[in-house]
């Protein structure tokens, strides 16, 4: 019996509510399954989606309507960051374990994302998961509302952006070949383009010592053939057999822009011509995994494009670059194809990062990061990845499946994506409910979703906690509460409510249009029969 079917077996003797508790599980494994069946650092791997949430936010996926591949996939993901693993494959194999022991994926994921956990190889683990940075007040802008902020003694905290500077643009999502054509969600502010980067010096090899290689004798049917392999000043790398060693050889790339185009049309038909390339250089040394690497100058700045060997190197790529810690990320995690955008005139230290936008392809193992030049927005960063004609979409509307729930049951409708505007939050959206702003948002952590609550609460009691409650879902004779209620009054005198959902780690913001009354507010969501 195999473990995903030990596991199985198991929830049927023990009940399946044995897989909501970490502890629980630990002990059942050491108890029940022989000492062969699983490796401790498997049974680590599956009582850690328990203890960190994962396996919870993938059932809650399932039971929206997700289907097992991206709830696995996404749960899976969250996992390998929390776990600050680059394992993804690995993360990902569990998740369908557990999802296979609830019967709700089937037996044939469960082996395929078992051969990508077995062949994957694996990298040295780095340190905890990033936590996200305490918020601080921030600079005012136009006075829509206001969020919660960690405004010490005074009663007062930062406001929100207005719908007409940074919000998303009514424009259809791009189709997924030249996707120039859509509209563009405006990101940042308005600005002309940098002057145009220079062209790096040609890239130089450090001078190696002559080293003797070694002699390799070749059998062939006419003799044998002597080939000494000198390593000099003007030669190749050195000889390696760790599969982990990079490839310091870059003879023969071809990094004209026609080769280029050919050559990555998985993420984008137009590459080269659509980023303005001026110049390439191959790269001298390829990471594990790596099979090219190729930089580029181009009008806005830098773009770097990678093929590798397997989508474990996809994987292990989405992992370094997709950061949620920070607020100002877009981001559109589809496993075929990721988006990934960082705006930095969303964060709270603007000149710490400079803007980027990522994109991939799985199954042509190839990814594409652009880098803004000097004084080049975000906005301009969107317009040349369009131009590329790239393989992805921009995402414009809610991806999540728990967070489009959570809209639909208060009735939010016409949610256009934003980059986030707090730390921690996976995605971030500007809606309407009855001619009123409402922000709905989702968080990637438990301890980040009770971090903002917290400054919920803490406005609210400023203003003599003029609504402070939880509601519930009148369906639930026990009347579980479902998540808290907050109200106050920001510095432009506009009513604000904040309601949030727990078991899916989303909120909701709403505000009136000056007339200062939360509780007005609370009356068009919640009945007396559920707060």
């Known amino acids: 019996m195999e473990l995903h079917e030990s596991l199985y077996a198991l929830g ?25 069946s699983a490796s401790t650092g498997d049974i680590n791997l599956l009582v850690d989606a328990v203890r960190l949430g994962a396996f919870q936010s993938m059932n809650t996926m399932l039971d929206s309507g997700a289907t097992p591949d991206r709830a696995v996939a996404e749960a899976g993901a969250r996992l390998a960051r929390d776990r600050g693993s680059a394992d993804v494959g690995g993360a990902q194999w569990a998740l369908a374990v557990l999802g296979y022991a609830i019967g709700k994926v089937s037996d044939e994921q469960v082996r395929r994302y078992r051969t990508q956990h077995m062949s994957a190889p694996q990298p040295p683990q780095p340190g905890g998961a990033p936590t996200a940075l305490p918020p601080q007040a921030g600079p005012a802008v136009p006075p829509v509302g206001q969020r919660p902020a960690d405004s010490g003694p005074q009663q007062t905290a930062p406001v929100w952006p207005s719908s007409g500077g940074q919000g998303a643009s009514g424009a259809p999502a791009p189709s997924p070949v030249g996707a120039g054509s859509g509209g563009v969600p405006s990101y940042g502010p308005p600005g002309g383009f940098g002057s145009s980067a220079p062209v790096p010096p040609g890239r130089k090899r450090s001078p190696l010592v002559g080293i003797l290689v070694g002699l390799v004798a070749l059998i062939v049917v006419v003799g044998v053939v002597v080939v000494v ?5 003007g030669g190749g790398s050195g000889g390696s057999d760790d599969p982990s060693a990079g490839d310091s050889s870059s003879e023969g790339v071809d990094v004209s822009p026609d ?66 810690k920070d607020e100002g990320q877009l981001s559109d995690p589809v496993d075929s194809g990721y988006f990934y955008l960082y ?36 906005d301009q960063l969107v317009n040349t ?67 903002y609550r917290a400054l919920a609460k803490k406005l609210a009691k400023q203003d003599g906690n003029i609504v402070d409650r939880y509601w519930w879902n009148t369906n639930d004779s026990s009347q579980t509460e479902q998540g808290k209620i907050y109200g106050y009054i920001d510095e432009s005198g506009n009513g604000v409510l904040y309601a949030d959902y727990a ?27 559920e707060s």
């Open 12 to 36: 049927m003797s023990q009940g399946r509510e044995l897989f909501n508790d970490a502890d629980s599980l630990r002990g059942a494994l050491d108890d029940y399954l022989d000492e062969d």
């Open 229 to 233: 392999i000198a390593v000099n000043q």
């Open 259 to 324: 080769a280029i185009n050919e050559r990555y049309q998985s993420v984008s038909t137009d590459i080269a011509t659509g980023a303005a390339i001026t110049s390439c250089t191959a790269a001298d040394t390829l990471a594990a995994g790596e099979t090219e690497k190729i930089d580029c100058d181009t009008e806005n700045g830098k773009l770097q494009l990678t093929t590798y060997q397997s989508e474990q190197g996809i994987d292990q790529s989405r992992t370094r670059v997709v950061d949620y």
């Open 343 to 378: 705006d930095p005139s969303n964060a709270e230290d603007p000149s710490r990062k400079v803007a980027e936008l990522y994109w991939d392809s799985k199954s042509g193992l190839q990814t594409a990061l652009l880098t803004a030049g000097d004084g080049v927005t975000s």
């Open 385 to 451: 990845w369009k131009a590329t004609n790239p393989t992805v979409d921009e995402p414009t509307e809610l991806y999540a499946p728990q967070l489009q729930a959570f809209a639909t049951r208060f009735s939010i409708r016409r949610c256009e994506r934003i980059p986030t505007l707090y730390g921690g939050e996976l995605e971030e959206a500007e809606c309407a409910h009855n001619g009123n702003h409402v922000w709905v948002a989702q968080f990637s952590s438990d301890h980040d979703f009770k971090t």
């Open 503 to 529: 078991s899916c780690l989303c909120y909701f913001q709403a505000y009136d249009n000056g007339e200062g009354d939360p509780n007005a507010i609370s009356g068009q969501y919640f009945s007396s029969g």
